[in-house]
């Protein structure tokens, strides 16, 4: 299953961007759509995800970020919004669930969008 991550770039302190995150190939049924980001030295962090049972955030994000999915589409979204010098990242998306009905499954990861939020 690959994934196609859209939808970064520049903004200033204040800002909105929002990305996408397409997932094609063999999938039978997604399970978990998340977006993680890795800032610079950092390790990767949770930013939020998205199942059935409903959206969990990472902290420094709440009441900030949305996440949502089209189904239909395989695609999950990631709304910006009051965008802070410290969101500047790269931002990767991630996807699991199963590739069939024999229930094998994937665990896949975009290539990555930047996010630069300027001061």
């Known amino acids: 299953v690959q994934l196609q991550a859209s939808g970064g770039g520049l903004v200033q302190a204040g800002g909105s961007l929002r990305l996408s995150c397409v997932a094609s190939?063999?999938?039978?049924?997604?399970?978990?759509m998340g977006w993680y980001r890795q800032l610079p030295e950092k390790s990767r962090e949770l930013v939020a995800l998205i199942t059935d049972a409903g959206t969990r955030y990472g902290d420094s994000v709440k009441g900030r970020f949305t996440i949502s999915r089209d189904k239909a589409k395989n695609t999950a979204y990631l709304q910006m919004n009051s965008l802070k010098p410290e969101d500047t990242a790269v931002y990767y998306c991630?996807?699991?669930?199963?590739?069939?009905?024999?229930?094998?499954?994937?665990?896949?990861w975009g290539q990555g969008t930047l996010v630069t939020v300027s001061s």
């Open positions: 991630n996807v699991d669930g199963f590739k069939d009905s024999d229930y094998n499954s994937f665990d896949s």
């Open positions: 190939g063999s999938v039978f049924r997604i399970n978990v």
